[in-house]
């Protein structure tokens, strides 16, 4: 097959990807923690927000220092808090968290 029809093919593949992607994302957006980490959170975080993981909750949480308290922004995903390996970073004293 020649380079051209190649390459056509990969574009319109990753067009498609680039699609379906930002579909499957809508109302979500990628986020890049302090910590080097990059995740992906709702629509509504914002810069200096914080992620948290809350005992016996299922998913991390982002939360936004309101005063003195603290607001829940929603859930969000990093690929490295998957299968409980935050509680395992906890107990070697290596805590994960970080802000956005």
């Not at 302090?34 to 709702?42: C, F, R, S, T």
């Not at 939360?63 to 409980?84: A, F, K």
Request: charged share 20%; hydrophobic share 40%; proline share 3%.
């Amino acid at each position: 097959m020649p380079t051209a029809y190649k390459d056509r093919a990969m574009r319109s593949q990753l067009g498609d990807w680039a699609h379906r992607s930002n579909f499957a994302c809508i109302g979500w957006k990628f986020f890049y923690l302090d910590n080097g980490y990059v995740g992906v959170g709702p629509d509504a975080l914002i810069y200096g927000d914080a992620c948290c993981v809350l005992f016996g909750a299922k998913v991390p949480f982002i939360i936004r220092r309101c005063g003195s308290y603290y607001r829940l922004v929603g859930e969000y995903y990093v690929h490295v808090i998957i299968d409980g390996e935050t509680i395992g970073m906890w107990n070697r004293n290596k805590i994960f968290g970080g802000r956005i």
